[in-house]
């Protein structure tokens, strides 16, 4: 059964500062990795898309590493600023369904 | 073109009620996934719609049903309510293809308070 872990659950940062964000899955068998983001009470962005034949993919300020052997996924943000304030969720593949990770929830101070 | 839409936004309904959420996908998707959000349980997976048809269901008890019409729109059920089925329900359409069920948009959600 996948299960996928996210650390931190929280991060608190000072505006600018580069933060990573970190996500384990137990099944390295996995088509893709994808990034959300979600704002409170609201629904998921999806933010980047990794297919398992890809390390890496970038977006603007993020850049989202996949290592499918370690069963392990980074989401590094550059230059943070106050409007990345959200929480992040990581999510793989099941059986015609996502499994998702608890999420980190980032705040970044002005 | 436009997203996934879910309606209603937000309601609250008291124990023993039912409730019946809907979902429109995006123009041209005609999988439809479900799933519920809550604090302690983070997203769990419902179920999953696809022609019209329950391809995937998850762990959840009978109480929660639903049902995919022709032009792809879904509707979610929750009968009896209890205390702990408040929570965001978000939909999801997904494109046909061999990883079109892992390619999600996500809807805004729908905020069931049960009172």
């Known amino acids: 059964k996948q299960e996928v872990t996210q650390i931190p659950a ?7 500062e580069n933060l990573v964000l970190n996500c384990s899955f137990t099944d390295s068998a996995i088509y893709n990795l994808q990034w959300f983001r979600q704002d409170p009470g609201k629904g998921l962005t999806s933010l980047l ?14 850049n989202a590493s996949l290592d499918k052997s370690s069963g392990r ?9 106050p409007g990345d304030s959200a929480t992040y969720l990581c999510a793989v ?15 970044v101070s002005p | ?5 879910q309606t209603p936004r937000y309601l609250i309904k008291t124990r ?10 995006i123009s041209g998707h005609r999988s439809v996934s479900w799933y519920q959000q809550t604090p302690g349980q983070g997203l769990q997976f419902l179920f999953e ?6 391809r995937n269901k998850g762990n959840f008890p009978g109480r929660f049903s639903g ?27 997904s494109p046909d293809g061999p990883l079109g069920a892992n390619v999600l948009t996500f809807g805004a959600g729908s905020r069931l308070t049960v009172l």
């Not at chain 2, 023993?16 to 996908?25: A, R």
């Not at chain 2, 049902?67 to 359409?93: H, I, K, P, W």
């Open chain 1, 10 to 16: 929280a991060l608190s940062v000072p505006e600018g």
């Open chain 1, 73 to 81: 996924s980074t989401l590094y943000i550059a230059a943070s600023q």
């Open chain 2, 16 to 25: 023993g009620q039912q409730v019946t959420l809907s979902c429109s996908p």
């Open chain 1, 49 to 62: 898309l990794i297919q398992s034949s890809q390390r890496e993919q970038t977006s603007g300020r993020l």
């Open chain 2, 67 to 93: 049902r995919q019409f022709s032009n792809s729109r879904s509707e979610m059920n929750v009968s009896t309510l209890e205390l702990g089925d408040s929570a965001l329900y978000l939909c999801a359409s």
């Open chain 1, 93 to 107: 593949p099941g059986f015609q369904k996502l499994v998702f990770g608890t999420g980190t929830r980032l705040l």
């Open chain 2, 1 to 5: 073109k436009a997203g996934v839409t």
């Open chain 2, 49 to 54: 719609y696809f022609s019209e048809t329950q």
